[in-house]
């Protein structure tokens, strides 16, 4: 029997500590990532996208754990947030005007004809509204700080405002990319002040010339 891997505790991309900033290198990974705009919580969209991303990814775990003989912990969803001006995520949260992809990762050893089986298989009975929008695509960050936050989303300003405005420029960085956000535990089970999410925002390095 395969041994199932738990890529929370096997990936050194989603090791973060509460109150810690870390600089760190993420290789390209690959996702099945759906795209949307508006407030999550108020938002039918968001709600079909998630609706549209589990199924594949479940799906695709027991393919993977079939054919291949490799199991795996479905990884947690991912977010990647960004907005005409950045700023509504540390002042003001105006989720209204906030862009989103909402991403579930995917082995390295998993190939795209396994991710359209398992797109077939969970559209056979009653199938998703947004399934046919997820999409199988690589996201190559680099170089990037994260730090856990714990807590409620709507706490998270704050921290986020450290990061970019003194963590980031104090290490000689610039904010590129878009904010990401790993959420490792579930809303629906776990108290909002008990919530664990890692914030993710890609940087490079800024020209220092002497």
Request: hydrophobic share 40%.
């Amino acid at each position: 029997m395969a041994s199932k891997v738990d890529f929370k505790k096997t990936l050194d991309s989603y090791q973060a500590k509460h109150g810690q900033f870390r600089i760190l290198d993420v290789p390209a990974m690959q996702y099945l990532m759906i795209d949307g705009h508006g407030d999550p919580n108020t938002s039918q969209s968001y709600a079909d996208a998630l609706a549209a991303l589990y199924p594949i990814a479940y799906k695709l775990k027991f393919a993977s754990k079939r054919e291949l003989d490799r199991d795996y912990v479905v990884p947690p969803l991912e977010g990647l947030w960004w907005a005409e001006d950045m700023a509504s995520f540390t002042t003001g949260r105006n989720k209204a005007k906030w862009d989103w992809t909402m991403m579930i990762m995917v082995p390295d050893w998993v190939e795209a004809k396994l991710v359209d089986q398992a797109r077939e298989q969970a559209g056979k009975k009653n199938p998703p509204h947004r399934l046919d929008e997820v999409r199988f695509e690589t996201l190559f960050e680099g170089q990037c700080v994260q730090t856990l936050h714990i807590g409620s989303y709507d706490d998270e300003a704050d921290v986020l405002a450290e990061m970019h405005n003194e963590f980031i420029p104090s290490h000689s960085m610039t904010m590129t990319g878009k904010h990401h956000e790993i959420y490792l535990s579930d809303p629906r089970k776990v108290a909002p002040e008990k919530l664990r999410t890692i914030l993710r925002q890609p940087v490079i390095q800024t020209d220092v010339r002497t």
